[in-house]
């Protein structure tokens, strides 16, 4: 099974809102994932990086997630595949 990165950059200004922002574009990747046919691999766990800008009093995002292919329809489905056991959920 071919595993493929998924990735999105951006930018959010107050850090109080890190969760609110790495759970809402977790969900927005996981949409683009599945519309193109792609499930998550489930036992490799999203990955999110941040760092300060002070120039703008911001901060920079990197999400990372991981999807297998398994097909537009099924891929509304199934939660996703699991690298470890070979299974799909």
Not at 20 to 35: F, P
Not at 45 to 55: I, K, L, M, R, V
């Amino acid at each position: 099974m071919k595993i493929k990165v998924f990735k999105i950059e951006g930018t959010f200004k107050d850090d109080k809102n890190m969760l609110e922002v790495r759970t809402k574009y977790e969900q927005l990747l996981e949409d683009r994932m599945r519309e193109m046919g792609r499930v998550p691999v489930i036992n490799i766990y999203p990955q999110f990086y941040t760092s300060y800008n002070a120039e703008n009093d911001s901060y920079d995002f990197t999400l990372i997630m991981y999807g297998v292919y398994r097909g537009k329809k099924k891929a509304q489905e199934i939660i996703g595949w699991d690298s470890s056991t070979n299974e799909w959920h």
